[in-house]
């Protein structure tokens, strides 16, 4: 039972506790993540594809950093200010998941487009509510 109780009481401290680089992360849907970006014109706009995609299109101001690349971090800490957030994204939300949990871990103060740029682009033309 002792050893059931430290088990426990491990797991819930291990569930709890903040990333050590002291950073954090929200994640938005579109149109909050779209409110957010048109209300805090200090944010670093990140899109996180690779750079055939980003080419095709991206969100106004984003500047590329390809999460899949072995020099991510290296990457965005020299183009990005940690005093200021960042906000990422990628086609669906999955890339931008990853790469948002390796700078919170830098200590970045990050928001993420759980949806993608491809329900971004739906938003915008008026055929996601």
Request: charged share 25%; aromatic share 8%; hydrophobic share 40%.
């Amino acid at each position: 039972m002792t050893k059931f109780i430290a088990v426990i009481s491990l797991f819930v401290a291990l569930c709890c506790a903040k990333p050590t680089g002291g950073g954090n992360l929200t994640s938005y849907s579109v149109a909050e993540f779209d409110a957010l970006l048109k209300s805090n014109k200090s944010i670093q706009l990140v899109d996180v594809r690779r750079p055939d995609e980003f080419k095709a299109g991206h969100i106004e101001g984003a500047i590329l950093i390809d999460v899949t690349e072995k020099d991510f971090l290296a990457k965005a800490d020299s183009l990005l200010d940690k005093s200021r957030p960042v906000a990422v994204y990628c086609r669906s939300g999955r890339r931008s998941r990853r790469a948002a949990a390796m700078l919170v871990e830098k200590g970045y103060t990050v928001h993420n487009l759980n949806e993608g740029y491809h329900e971004w682009r739906l938003y915008q033309e008026g055929k996601k509510p």
